[in-house]
């Protein structure tokens, strides 16, 4: 991936969007259901992105991690796909 062909990739982003290398994390607060709402939106628009630039993400790597006692889960979906949760906090520092 070029970086000119990623430099557009948090267009319209509402959460906050961390990208390394070939490393791309979405994370946002889930306070309220509106919270919940924007990082669907945001999975929609990234893969809406992807696909226009003709690129895929490895949906078999993408995970969520859930944070906080009393987090609904929700469970998110990347395309047509839905994410796993991921099962320890490895690699998630911000």
């Known amino acids: 991936m070029s970086s000119l062909s ?3 990739m948090d267009s319209g982003v509402e959460c906050t969007l961390s990208k390394f290398a070939d490393d791309t994390k979405l994370r946002g607060v889930v306070d309220m259901l509106e919270g919940r709402d924007a990082i669907q939106r945001d999975l929609d628009r990234l893969e809406r992105w992807a696909r226009v630039n003709l690129m895929k993400f490895n949906k078999a790597k993408c995970k969520v991690l859930h944070v906080g006692q009393g987090n ?3 469970n998110y979906r990347l395309g047509d796909n839905g994410l796993r949760e991921a099962l320890r906090r490895r690699t ?3």
């Open 92 to 94: 998630w520092w911000y």
């Open 6 to 8: 990623a430099r557009d």
């Open 72 to 74: 609904p889960k929700h």
